[in-house]
Every structure is written in structure tokens, then in C-alpha cells.
């Protein structure tokens, strides 16, 4: 059974960094892409991020470019979200989610960590 | 950026109708789209890929179908666990989601 399980969510002020972790299992982590999707308080889906399998391609939404970093380790089927510079409208319910295959949907999402930014 | 408009917002439909949701794409997206659900405190499940292909587990009463830049997922009878909000995504180019239809009763 494949299992995401996020981890790292806090509460922040504004300027600070917190990392996001994401613990796969129940598949070949390094077979997939992963990603991450986050959903602001009340608010829809918005994606943040993804990376390929190797780690070697990394994407990024507009709102965060620069100030988020994506990775991950396949020795220990890990997906992290290093954020930096956070600000308010950061806050959100942030999800790991796994592609189905090379630019496809994703077909397995964690139950999410909240961050929440403020003063 | 392509960009995804959903519709209508809110539906508002009774347990044993059909819902028709719509997604339109800014441009075309040939059928490299997918639905999801989100029920209230829970994860985005994947419901359709590749506009029209059910995933895994899901009922039959879930159907997608459109190509381009117009496409449409219908419930053909909801059930309780329908009420939900939906979602559509491509992913022809990078990652974009739709603002979301909820169905309510």
C-alpha cells in the first residue's frame, strides 16, 4: 500500500525558513516524480513544486521561485521542501503527492502539514 | 501558464441526480487532464486521467470526457459521499489546477 507521510509543519513568523519532510513507501520511490500541493485556508489547490525521479529536474511555481527548494533522497525515499523568506500567504495545508508515471496525474496524495506564517 | 475555469462554482443538486461539472482550458490540453475529489478534512483523491480513464476503485457512476480545451466530468446518480468539491488538473504543460465546483445538496 503506498503511504505519504508529511511532516514539519509549524508555525512560523514572516522571514523565517521551516523544511518539509515527506516519508514514502509501499513503491520504488525512485521510480517516480514527486510533488508538492498546497492549499491555503477556505482555498483550492494550488501546486508548489515537483521534482523528477533522480532529483535532477526540479519545477516551481512563480509565487515561490527563489525562496523554496525541492529535493529528495532515494536512499531513504524521502521528498523535502526547504522554504525560506516565508511570508503570510505561505500559509496552507501542504501535500506530497506522487505522479503516476512521467507527466502524468497524481494518483497518491498524504494527508498534508499545515504551516502556518504569521507574526 | 495555462489556465483552468471551472464551472459552475457551487452546484447544488440531490442524492439520486446527475451532476454535470465543466472545465475549460486557456488553451488546448489535448486530453492530458484529470479530476480529482477532495472531501471536507481529507486528502485530493485522483477520480479521472487522461480526461476520460476512470483510476483505480473508482465507481462507474464517475465519468470524464472532452478533449482540447473543453471537458466535462459527470456523476450520473450522487450518492452522500458525492458532495464534495472537484477539482480539474492538466498537466500538458507544468502543473496547473482549477479553482474547484463544489456539490453540494
Known amino acids: 500500500e503506498v503511504q505519504l507521510l508529511e511532516s514539519g509543519g509549524d508555525l512560523a513568523q514572516p522571514g523565517e525558513s521551516l523544511r518539509l519532510s515527506c516519508a514514502a513507501s509501499g513503491f520504488t520511490f525512485s521510480d517516480y516524480g514527486m510533488a508538492w500541493v498546497r492549499q491555503a485556508p477556505g482555498k483550492g489547490l494550488e501546486w508548489v513544486s515537483a521534482?523528477?525521479?533522480?532529483?535532477?529536474?526540479?519545477y516551481y511555481a512563480a509565487s515561490v521561485r527563489g525562496r523554496f527548494a525541492i529535493s529528495r533522497d532515494n536512499s531513504k525515499n524521502t521528498l523535502y521542501l526547504q522554504m525560506s523568506s516565508l511570508r503570510a500567504d505561505d500559509t496552507a495545508v501542504y501535500y506530497c503527492?506522487?505522479?503516476?508515471?512521467?507527466?502524468?496525474?497524481?494518483?497518491?496524495w498524504g494527508q498534508g502539514t499545515l504551516v502556518t506564517v504569521s507574526p | 501558464e495555462i489556465v483552468l475555469t471551472q464551472s459552475p462554482a457551487t452546484l447544488s443538486v440531490s442524492a439520486g441526480e446527475r451532476a454535470t461539472l465543466s472545465c475549460r482550458a486557456s488553451?488546448?490540453?489535448?486530453?492530458?487532464l484529470a479530476w480529482y475529489q477532495q472531501r471536507p478534512g481529507q486528502a485530493p483523491r485522483l477520480l479521472i486521467y487522461d480526461a476520460s480513464n476512470r483510476a483505480t476503485d473508482i465507481p462507474a457512476r464517475f465519468s470524464g470526457s472532452g478533449s482540447g480545451t473543453d471537458f466535462t466530468l459527470t456523476i450520473s446518480s450522487l450518492e452522500p459521499e458525492d458532495f464534495a468539491v472537484y477539482y480539474c488538473q492538466q498537466r500538458l504543460n507544468s502543473w496547473t489546477f482549477g479553482q474547484g465546483t463544489k456539490v453540494e445538496i
Open positions: 488553451q488546448s490540453v489535448t486530453t492530458n
Open positions: 503527492a506522487k505522479e503516476a508515471g512521467h507527466a502524468r496525474p497524481f494518483d497518491h
Open positions: 521534482i523528477n525521479n533522480g532529483g535532477f529536474n526540479t
